[in-house]
């Protein structure tokens, strides 16, 4: 006679939740936005960025990405951090999309793809710096890692983007 017992649910944080693209922003600060707002993750050659004078010092130059013309901005310094080297080889880009805006974002690295349920995302009021705030969802914790949650409107939104145009 033999018993049948349920398994354990075996569903973890990595296998349900919505999906986010988590990337590196300097040494010690991490970043995740939303798969839904992502189109890709790439490594451009540096070569392929033409640098446009008297921009804002975000705006790393605009490059061609299957017959369009994409802004590339330095998401850490957007976000008040240390900019990337401007003299790197290559450089990791999430194309990001928002309300059929593109918009491509320089990162230290791409670390994947992780999961996490929505409502784990704590509020960013009161945990952050005020300048820092408005770019974000919230944050999390996630494997001992403070792990911030983009709000990818926002950077889009920034005013240090306004008046560039976007074609996609």
């Known amino acids: 006679m033999s018993v049948n017992t349920p398994l354990p649910n075996r569903r973890s944080s990595r296998t349900s939740g919505d999906m986010y ?45 299957r017959s369009n013309l994409l802004w590339l901005v330095d998401l850490p310094e957007i976000l008040g951090l240390e900019p990337i080297d401007r003299h790197l080889h290559s450089y990791d880009i999430a194309l ?23 409502e784990r995302i704590e509020s960013p009021i009161g945990s952050f710096n005020p300048a820092f705030t408005p770019y974000l969802q919230g944050w999390i914790l996630q494997e001992k890692e403070l792990v911030l949650v983009l709000a990818p409107e926002a950077i889009i939104n920034t005013k240090v983007l306004e008046g560039l145009a976007v074609s996609y």
């Open 96 to 118: 990001l999309k928002v309300w059929q805006t593109p918009l491509a974002v320089a990162v230290r690295s791409i670390q994947g793809v992780t999961r996490f349920e929505r």
């Open 21 to 65: 693209l988590r990337l590196k922003l300097d040494e010690q600060t991490y970043a995740v936005v939303p798969m839904l707002q992502t189109q890709e993750a790439i490594v451009l050659p540096a070569g392929r960025i033409s640098v446009i004078p008297n921009l804002p010092s975000p705006v790393m130059g605009l490059f061609n990405r």
